[in-house]
């Protein structure tokens, strides 16, 4: 495989049933294949996804003492900002080469439940677009999980009562211009994500490479126009690996594009903290033992945390 498979969410909404079923099947194989789809027929408009990179650029231009101001301490990066280099992958410990924010969960069911978003007021619509981007984001990923659900043969709206007010993240993401030599370091070196599903925008520019079954690391790009989603750890130990978390990385440019900027916004579909993340029945079986202990998104999201370095044990 070179490429990363392309589908349409229209087809799964639209009212032809083969349509439907053809999306669903394109979708199942290429998660169990190489865990990455680009995906068009979502609902964010160019305009919105424009006024949401503006705002974002706004933002990190910002001088850093303002932006240290929206750091929350002891937070875990849940919300606000995350400082350039805090950061690192699992079994790492040089921090990645970025900086980036955190929008988070608007339907606060208890207001303890999760933190609260900071409000940015140095840029004037950045609140507003980053939470109707986060709204349409989550809409998009539940018709993804829907689909997931036929394709794992498990009811249409298994995922719904979970992901309702979880714990989803949506974040801003700014890999400054290298200055110097980076000492093994990358923009983001090689990992799983934590969630069950992620929906990424800004994979236009060379950057991002997923990892083939063969151990081969390809380029993943999307039009404008499309999303890439990918599964996520919390998906694999549900599906007992027959949806694939596959490692992707995003590489330092060429030396002389040092001095570019690189922008991505991912969606982190996480659900609520009590889904049991214990291996469905019918994932399981003689030729594929279970894998994985019984746990729930709230114990292992906390975990993997300490592993990153964002909160300490």
């Given amino acids: 495989m070179q490429h990363i498979p392309k589908v349409d969410l229209n087809d799964f909404l639209s009212s032809d049933k083969n349509k439907k079923k053809q999306f669903v099947s394109q979708l199942g194989t290429a998660f169990e294949e190489i865990g990455f789809v680009a995906l068009k027929g979502h609902f964010l408009s160019s305009e ?13 231009k910002l001088p850093l003492e303002i932006k240290k ?15 350039f280099g805090k950061e690192h992958a699992k079994n790492r410990k040089v921090g990645d080469l ?24 140095e840029c004037s619509k950045f ?9 349409l984001l989550e809409k998009t990923a539940q018709h993804v999980l829907q689909a997931i659900a ?19 993240i949506l974040r801003a993401i700014h890999y400054p211009p290298i200055t110097q030599e980076p000492q093994s370091a990358l923009r983001a ?20 490479q997923v990892m083939t079954n063969q151990g081969k690391w390809i380029d993943a790009f999307a039009e404008p126009d499309e999303l890439i989603i990918n599964m996520g750890d919390m998906m694999s130990r549900l599906t007992n690996n027959r949806l694939k978390s596959t490692l992707h990385q995003v590489v330092n440019p060429p030396k002389e594009a ?14 609520i903290a009590e889904m049991p993340l214990n ?4 994932c399981v079986s003689e030729e594929h033992p279970k894998a994985y202990e019984d746990t729930t998104a709230g114990a292992f999201l906390h975990q993997r945390l300490i592993e990153l370095g964002l909160i300490k044990k």
């Avoid at 303890?112 to 978003?117: F, G, M, Q, R």
């Avoid at 609140?127 to 709204?135: A, I, L, P």
């Avoid at 070196?189 to 991002?208: R, S, Y």
């Fill in 48 to 60: 919105l996804m424009e006024a949401l990179y503006s705002e974002i650029r706004s933002f990190f």
């Fill in 69 to 83: 101001q929206y750091e929350v301490k002891g937070g875990g990066g849940q919300r606000g900002y995350t400082s």
């Fill in 98 to 121: 970025k900086e980036f924010w955190h929008f988070g969960q608007y339907e606060n069911p208890v207001s303890s439940l999760y933190p609260e978003n900071l409000l940015v007021n």
């Fill in 127 to 135: 609140n507003e677009v980053g939470k109707h981007t986060y709204k």
């Fill in 150 to 168: 036929i394709h794992l043969k498990v009811e249409e709206h298994y995922f719904d009562a979970f992901i309702a007010n979880g714990n989803s």
């Fill in 189 to 208: 070196a090689a990992h799983g994500d934590i969630n069950l599903i992620t929906l990424l925008m800004g994979a236009q520019g060379k950057g991002l």
């Fill in 258 to 271: 040092w001095g570019n900027s690189r922008y991505s916004i991912p969606f982190f579909m996480h659900p």
């Fill in 279 to 282: 291996c469905l029945s019918n």
